[in-house]
């Protein structure tokens, strides 16, 4: 309900109207009778005859006179609750966020310049400081007080409207609080419900009154709402950037999104926006070029007519710097082709290190890409220790026999526990079906025994159909996996694996297990109606398996120009995935993937000791160095609710890149770098929540305004917000009497009246 000043009719509606001398309405009502009376009878006999229209018309103008003296000596008063006077204090909180830059009122005004218009420049709060004690208030996501419209900056990243709700209540607790102005866009990203909060005003008898800021509707907009990015990368890899853009007013245009590196398009698309208000995801594929922290910016099109321009464009972070490389251990049961060309693949690649264990006789064998004289001098790791080291374990072509009973079991726990990647490649012996490598690998081991007959004979028979040549067939998983991509553009994609030489020869498994994913599968061999894959992968514990189940991708290189890249790519590209999911010894995990200036950044450590358990005795320092070089030192102190996990938190003041490094002490004392720290890095970009759904909500504004016993207002029509602070009822009002008597339009209509009384009669000639 809105109060207002009450007047004479509302108070008659009302029941307030009243005589401050006692006197009753009906008594009132018969003095009129008698003065209505006496002036007739007055006229009864006039000194000029005249008619009975012109008798009435003077009996009503004198007897009108006399009833309105009447009424103003009788001093009428309308009761009614109002503030006392400077008795109470009022708070008056206004919105600071970046959502009040956007230029969407009449002559293009900013929502803040209209705030200031009404409220500063008009004198709104002066007619308010007549009845109250002001105390104003900026809020963003922080809320503090101000003296004037100077301390308004319009740079908010965030609007938290209960913060400020809870701010003000604290702040003014124990003054005579009788009532609060929020005024807003109501485009609250907060993580409360304010509403709730206003209530507790309600309870208490504080209203809030609400004053809406902005468009309802913003008919032209588009928006980049969230991105997502690879942090980190290897060396060479592509990525994909996903990018989600929301739009009014622009359904089924083609616009342009882009990503720069400087100056630079490094990827671009043309895409066409989909239905009005409902989000849509657009993937763009990226390789860095630098070895370095790399700062892109994205960027939406600019279409005409838009009204917020800042949320087209966005920046992010991505880690190309150079990195430990990934040790993979590759055990092989004999020399063959697969073999020497996946070692080629990685040659040159700082980021994949493939240690090499190659059976070449019986009881001989070959080490290649080793590190030390001791690596794998006795052959397969002996204990967990050593297996943890490498990210990555592939089997090539080598028997069960090879392995004793518990270095099965190690290498289940390396996938399971450890994190590691694990990849079999070309035939499987049938021995390992009842071993923990059949529950790792994403494909079911089958005996050959069972298989019909035109699928026997697998990899090593090429007068049997398993060992015809064949034409790799992409599964719509793989045309799109990171894992197959031999280029960032579809079409080109599609058309370079076209150019792929045939494969020969497949090895028959089981059937696909469940949530594993095929990406190359035989494009006519079929086993239990299932088309045979050639390559599939799967999750398996905190691991990924994947099974390359032929033995001739050698053919990609040998069966193409020399300087022809594509078995390189994919084996690369491969061994990555595979390698780059174990976890290291330290890792460091943040909140949020992008942070904006003011934000609280929270930093989790997680520290695993040389068994890759959780290390919960170790000591941590976080140091953080800021875009202006600065360089603070904070200890992370051990979540006692989680093994292994230290957790650290501080504000971003500037946007740029910030470095990270946390500096371990462990109680195992383990002196190796990639054991005692870990670097990395993260980005302070400008904000879009205050951009994103930024039109007025006013639906919001009204609820604070209802549950509170307040009013809302729209800023177009603030005009009796005054009266209507003033009178409605809180805490601290007082019951009041208003006089009548004194009011103009009274006075008014008497001296108007008089002269029509004086001017009728002078033209009839009266006395």
């Known amino acids: 309900m809105q109060y207002t000043k009450p007047n004479i009719l509302t108070a008659l509606e009302e029941g307030t109207f009243s005589f401050a001398y006692g006197i009753s309405p009906l008594f009132f009502g018969l003095l009129v009778l008698l003065i209505i009376v006496g002036v007739w009878f007055t006229y009864y006999k006039t000194t000029r005859p005249l008619s009975l229209v012109w008798k009435s018309f003077f009996v009503a103008t004198r007897s009108s006179v006399l009833i309105i003296i009447l009424f103003c000596l009788l001093r009428p008063v309308i009761t009614s609750m109002q503030a006392a006077p400077q008795e109470t204090y009022l708070g008056v909180l206004i919105d600071?966020?970046?959502?009040?830059?956007?230029?969407?009122?009449?002559?293009?005004?900013?929502?803040?310049?209209?705030?200031?218009?009404?409220?500063?420049?008009?004198?709104?709060?002066?007619?308010?400081?007549?009845?109250?004690?002001?105390?104003?208030?900026?809020?963003?996501?922080?809320?503090?007080?101000?003296?004037?419209?100077?301390g308004l900056r319009e740079k908010g990243t965030a609007s938290s409207i209960d913060q400020a709700l809870q701010y003000v209540d604290d702040q003014l607790n124990g003054l005579r609080l009788g009532g609060l102005i929020l005024i807003s866009d109501g485009a609250d990203n907060g993580e409360s419900d304010p509403t709730n909060t206003a209530q507790g005003f309600g309870n208490r008898q504080i209203p809030v009154f609400t004053v809406g800021v902005g468009q309802e509707d913003i008919p032209q907009d588009i928006g980049i709402v969230d991105v997502s990015a690879a942090k980190t990368v290897l060396e060479g890899s592509v990525f994909t950037v996903q990018v989600g853009v929301n739009h009014q007013g622009f359904e089924g245009q083609e616009v342009e999104l882009s990503i720069r590196d400087g100056q630079e398009i490094v990827a671009s698309d043309v895409i066409t926006l989909g239905v009005e208000g409902v989000p849509r995801r657009f993937d763009l594929e990226l390789t860095p070029e630098r070895p370095e922290l790399i700062v892109y910016d994205l960027q939406v099109e600019l279409q005409s007519g838009e009204i917020i321009q800042e949320n087209n464009n966005y920046s992010f972070l991505v880690d190309n710097t150079e990195k430990p490389a990934l040790d993979i251990l590759y055990l092989e049961g004999h020399p063959r082709n697969e073999y020497k060309f996946i070692r080629r693949a990685v040659q040159g690649d700082e980021s994949l290190r493939l240690a090499t264990y190659l059976q070449t006789g019986p009881e001989k064998y070959?080490?290649?890409?080793?590190?030390?004289?001791?690596?794998?001098?006795?052959?397969?790791?002996?204990?967990?220790?050593?297996?943890?080291?490498?990210?990555?374990?592939?089997?090539?072509?080598?028997?069960?026999?090879?392995?004793?009973?518990?270095?099965?079991?190690?290498?289940?726990?390396?996938v399971a526990e450890r994190g590691g990647g694990f990849l079999m490649s070309g035939m499987v012996d049938e021995e390992f079906i009842t071993t923990p490598i059949a529950d790792i690998l994403p494909v079911s081991l089958i005996e050959e025994n069972f298989l019909p007959g035109h699928l026997r004979g697998g990899v090593r028979r090429g007068d049997h159909p398993t060992g015809e040549l064949f034409y790799p067939?992409?599964?719509?998983?793989?045309?799109?996996?990171?894992?197959?991509?031999?280029?960032?553009?579809?079409?080109?994609?599609?058309?370079?694996?076209?150019?792929?030489?045939?494969?020969?020869?497949?090895?028959?498994?089981?059937?696909?297990k469940p949530g594993a994913t095929v990406l190359l599968e035989h494009p006519v061999l079929q086993y239990q109606n299932q088309l045979l894959p050639i390559i599939a992968q799967q999750r398996y514990g905190s691991g990924r398996s994947v099974a390359v189940t032929t033995a001739s991708t050698w053919r990609w290189q040998m069966m193409l120009p020399s300087d022809d890249q594509s078995h390189e790519t994919l084996w690369r590209q491969l061994l990555r995935w595979l390698a780059v999911s174990a976890p290291e010894r330290i890792s460091i995990a943040f909140d949020r993937e992008f942070y904006n200036v003011g934000d609280e950044v929270n930093v989790t450590t997680t520290v695993l000791n040389d068994q890759y358990e959780p290390d919960n005795d170790a000591t941590l320092w976080l140091q953080t160095t800021n875009p202006l070089d600065q360089v603070t030192d904070v200890p992370m102190e051990w979540d006692i609710e989680e093994d292994g996990v230290y957790r650290a938190n501080f504000i971003v003041e500037e946007e740029g890149v910030f470095n990270v490094l946390v500096d371990v002490a462990s109680a195992a004392s383990d002196s190796a770098i990639d054991s005692s720290e870990k670097r990395t890095a993260f980005v302070v970009t400008p904000s879009l929540r205050e951009y994103t759904n930024a039109e007025m909500d006013s639906s919001l504004l009204e609820r604070i305004a209802d549950v509170s016993g307040g009013t809302y207002f729209n800023l177009s029509d603030v005009t009796g917000l005054a009266d209507s602070v003033e009178f409605t009822p809180n805490a601290y009002s007082r019951e009041v009497q208003l006089d009548l008597w004194d009011q103009p339009w009274l006075l008014a209509l008497l001296i108007f009246l008089l002269c029509i009384d004086w001017i009728a009669r002078r033209m009839k000639g009266l006395s």
Not at 98 to 121: N, W
Not at 389 to 407: C, M, P, S, W
């Open 96 to 150: 600071d966020s970046q959502s009040m830059a956007i230029s969407d009122l009449a002559g293009g005004q900013t929502r803040q310049a209209a705030v200031a218009e009404s409220f500063f420049d008009d004198g709104l709060l002066d007619d308010l400081a007549e009845s109250f004690q002001i105390r104003t208030f900026r809020f963003d996501k922080e809320t503090e007080r101000i003296s004037g419209i100077d």
């Open 366 to 414: 070959y080490r290649q890409g080793i590190e030390s004289p001791t690596e794998l001098s006795s052959g397969f790791p002996s204990t967990k220790e050593e297996l943890y080291r490498y990210e990555a374990i592939v089997l090539g072509d080598i028997e069960e026999n090879f392995f004793n009973a518990d270095q099965l079991q190690m290498i289940d726990d390396f």
């Open 473 to 512: 067939r992409l599964t719509n998983n793989g045309e799109f996996s990171p894992l197959l991509r031999l280029s960032g553009d579809d079409g080109e994609n599609t058309n370079q694996w076209r150019l792929l030489p045939e494969l020969q020869g497949v090895y028959v498994t089981g059937r696909v």
